[in-house]
């Protein structure tokens, strides 16, 4: 009796080892694959004190430094007691004095590097290179052209999703690509929403304005209540090159007549519509041309064509603004495209997308103006971290330009060349757009960061410690040399010396280093596969199929051509020395979960459901899966083939 209990036990145990080294090997697969990340529900404030607060916990200031800071408006979070009474001549923010009175971002969606540099000669060009135009570069602005990185997955919801809050969406988000998935953290939209206009007032105007947006509709499902003024268009068919374009072309010139800075509001008796603060408009043409036709057509051609026309125009919109008024226009790329028209992976063409930034004549930005701080300070590694501008260091960009908190989960930096010094009328640098305040942004930014991964640290093991503690030393070196900044200037304005000192340069490049090793940080935690998981994984599930299936006694490439081409019947498996029904079970199993996992990663590498291979290849993967379980012949898979 002992003897066949032990004989049970094994054969049970024999019987149960395939599926468990099933659920281990997906377990560490998947894990190590599809990466995840905490989404905190936490938001950064807007409360009188709260940029000073966020100062004193993260870079250990103290209450005088603080209070020098907004007595030179490098701050602007003023206590509700504080000698600032007359805040509707200033230009506030909830952290840091705002920079422009509106803002307009225009979308071109898989708008590639080299479209917006070569394509575009009346908007782009014209604007970078006035003299071979004949324009007066002075009368129009100050541009700029600059390569905007974006990181994978190279898909529209996720490369949004990274544009508003700041943060790096996994692979694992990227089945939101599907409609539904609104944003439940932090973002300049939400921030830009619900912040006090009394914090952000500009220019005396008492009306709040409203955040208007046209478009794409990913953005409504991202953002399904915070616009004011939205008119969405379904982004589902890719052989549809015009219709979402025709409706922003239709809504476009109505909007910008009534973006903020274009347009004045100054009677608060009056009763008018209100004003817009920030407008959204997302194109989605190059994007459907490139998918349909690919980058090369003569349709891709006339597409960028209009494209030029449209940012022309709205462009000289934006240059005829009132001579004190400060707006600022983004032209930019969600993500590129390959050469077939396709996107979603790491290639260069994918992740390279234009960025034209466009300053209206009122902002009196200068050529040269983000040649002020380039780190050199302290070395060729601070440069580096000037270089390059990736999608997620636009966020916190626009929050201060705007004068908003930066989103509590954001961890991209802030790109100091897109902060111009602003010039008045006796060609005198406006103090709050020296050095220090630059330097007090980045400060902002970076106990911003440090907050988020500290909180994030306490409740996931994600982050590495030893990463910890390195990215703590050097926020700390660069907040000693801050403060001894902020002491060394309180002595230079008790004299009436210039207090653009060499020591708050020194602290923007540190500041500026730890800001691109928490982005480093956030991309190897968040974005990069672990490859050595994968494989280990991957093994596992080799040695289950190995156990569920005794090759040594059959066939091997009959049976693997059998298990592959899934149309083979179980009864057709002979197992020599064991139980046909004793692995019927296990082997039925890993069918289904093969089809399981090829089903919804064929899905989730797709953006659109509407891409008709990935379409027809699932469907394929499902219901061939279904045939060998349930014995469906192949005229029956044919015909649902064909209605699908």
Not at 39 to 48: G, K, L
Not at 213 to 236: N, R
Request: negative net charge; proline residues 5%; hydrophobic residues 40%.
């Amino acid at each position: 009796m002992s003897s066949n209990s032990s004989s049970r036990c094994i054969s049970l145990l024999w019987l149960l080892l395939p599926p468990t080294l099933i659920a281990l090997g997906l377990t560490i697969f998947t894990q190590s694959f599809f990466l995840s990340r905490t989404s905190f529900d936490h938001r950064s404030s807007c409360a009188p004190g709260a940029a000073g607060n966020l100062l004193k916990a993260a870079l250990d200031l103290n209450e005088n430094e603080i209070r020098f800071l907004r007595e030179n408006r490098w701050l602007s979070d003023y206590l509700q007691h504080s000698d600032h009474h007359n805040v509707t001549e200033r230009n506030d923010g909830c952290w840091a004095p705002r920079k422009v009175d509106s803002m307009a971002i225009i979308v071109v969606d898989a708008l590639r590097f080299d479209f917006a540099r070569d394509h575009l000669p009346l908007s782009v060009g014209s604007r970078l290179f006035p003299d071979n135009n004949g324009q007066n570069k002075t009368s129009r602005g100050f541009s700029k052209l600059y390569q905007f990185v974006a990181d994978p997955p190279t898909v529209t919801m996720q490369r949004l999703k990274g544009l508003t809050t700041g943060g790096l969406p996994t692979f694992a988000d990227i089945t939101g690509s599907f409609g539904g998935a609104s944003i439940e953290e932090d973002s300049w939209v939400e921030q830009l929403k619900n912040s006090p206009w009394e914090q952000r007032m500009m220019h005396n105007n008492y009306h709040k304005p409203q955040i208007a947006f046209v478009g794409d509709d990913t953005w409504i499902d991202l953002f399904p209540t915070q616009f004011d003024d939205a008119h969405p268009y379904p982004s589902f068919n890719t052989r549809d090159l015009d219709t979402v374009d025709n409706g922003c072309l239709l809504h476009l010139p109505r909007l910008l007549d009534r973006l903020a800075g274009l347009k004045t509001n100054n009677d608060p008796t009056t009763k008018v519509p209100p004003l817009f603060e920030l407008m959204v408009s997302h194109f989605l043409g190059v994007d459907h041309v490139g998918h349909t036709y690919g980058p090369n057509n003569p349709h891709m051609e006339n597409k960028l064509h209009q494209m030029d026309n449209m940012l022309s125009n709205t462009l000289d919109r934006i240059d005829n603004a009132p001579e004190k008024s400060c707006i600022v226009a983004f032209v930019l790329g969600d993500h590129g495209m390959t050469e077939d028209g396709n996107h979603g992976g790491g290639t260069s063409e994918e992740v390279n997308a234009g960025l034209f930034v466009h300053f209206s004549p009122g902002c009196n930005a200068r050529e040269g103006y983000d040649q002020r701080i380039d780190g050199r300070e302290i070395g060729s590694e601070s440069t580096q971290a000037f270089d390059s501008i990736h999608q997620i260091d636009l966020v916190p960009t626009i929050s201060l330009l705007l004068g908003l908190p930066i989103p509590y989960a954001n961890i991209g930096g802030l790109v100091t060349a897109i902060v111009p010094t602003l010039y008045g009328e006796n060609e005198e640098m406006d103090t709050s757009s020296s050095t220090p305040y630059i330097a007090t942004a980045l400060a902002l930014n970076a106990a911003q960061v440090w907050t988020y991964l500290h909180t994030y640290s306490q409740t996931s093991r994600d982050l590495p410690r030893e990463r910890l503690l390195e990215l703590k030393e050097l926020l700390n070196s660069a907040s000693t040399l801050y403060r001894g900044a902020i002491i060394q200037s309180q002595k230079e304005l008790q004299d009436n010396t210039y207090d653009d000192s060499t020591e708050f340069r020194q602290a923007c490049g540190l500041f500026k280093i730890f800001l691109a090793e928490s982005t480093d940080l956030g991309k190897q935690v968040w974005t990069q596969f672990n490859e050595n998981g994968m494989m280990i994984g991957i093994c596992i599930l080799s040695l289950a199929w190995v156990l569920a299936n005794p090759l040594w006694k059959r066939d091997v490439r009959k049976q693997i051509g059998m298990i592959l081409c899934w149309f083979g019947t179980n009864n057709r498996i002979a197992m020599n020395g064991a139980s046909e029904d004793q692995f019927a079970s296990s082997l039925q199993s890993f069918r289904l979960l093969e089809v399981a996992v090829s089903f919804i990663f064929t899905l989730s590498m797709s953006e659109r459901l509407s891409h008709s291979f990935w379409q027809y290849f699932a469907f394929w993967c499902f219901v061939a899966g279904i045939m060998s379980q349930t014995g469906m012949q192949q005229q029956q898979l044919f015909l649902l083939t064909y209605l699908w």
